[in-house]
């Protein structure tokens, strides 16, 4: 209940606040939030030195691989959900597509997504440590070509060039995500 009232006091604002001008009750919210996460923390150590399993066991963050990690997968997604999101109004608004069509568009990332998560295995025996490091390059060499695909190719060319850099992304965001989640808990404590 606390982590839910503190989320619901920081994001109910943030996405209404500016429609309504910002009014009082947005920002006492963003500042009622604050308190509300310290009581969070407050709470979840005192389960944690009573012996009872904490909702979130805060010493995780004390691991650098695991904080690093963590901040990392969740930097990852919320780039490639915010990329997807303003993606769906270029192809509504700008290039005049069904929400259908631009679904079945975006649909090229799912499939090559669950398509790398498939064979990742068999890529990161191959590859080893470098799997990661090329599926990073993939991701950069995706967005980037989705940046200049839809500046000077699409006019031209039409939609298959963007399905090709939406591919691109798609095989790295699956290359990626499960070594790097294995890494992130690899020193995690089985209890946790």
Request: hydrophobic content about 55%.
């Amino acid at each position: 209940a606390l982590l839910i009232s503190s989320l619901f006091l920081l994001v109910f604002p943030l996405v209404e606040g500016g429609n309504a001008g910002w009014p009082l009750w947005a920002v006492v919210c963003l500042i009622l939030a604050v308190p509300f996460f310290i009581v969070f923390v407050v709470y979840e150590q005192r389960i944690t030195r009573q012996g009872k399993t904490p909702l979130i066991r805060l010493s995780l963050f004390q691991q650098r691989r695991f904080s690093a990690g963590i901040l990392t997968v969740g930097l990852a997604y919320a780039l490639f959900a915010s990329n997807l999101f303003l993606f769906t109004f270029y192809l509504q608004t700008i290039l005049g597509l069904t929400p259908l069509r631009a679904g079945l568009i975006i649909m090229t990332i799912s499939i090559a997504y669950v398509a790398a998560s498939t064979f990742n295995s068999t890529i990161t025996s191959r590859l080893g440590k470098r799997s990661m490091i090329i599926a990073a390059l993939l991701i950069s060499l995706g967005y980037l070509l989705i940046f200049l695909v839809t500046q000077f190719l699409v006019p031209k060319w039409g939609i298959p060039p963007l399905l090709v850099a939406l591919f691109i992304l798609g095989i790295g965001m699956g290359t990626l995500m499960a070594p790097l989640l294995n890494k992130t808990l690899e020193g995690v404590a089985p209890q946790d």
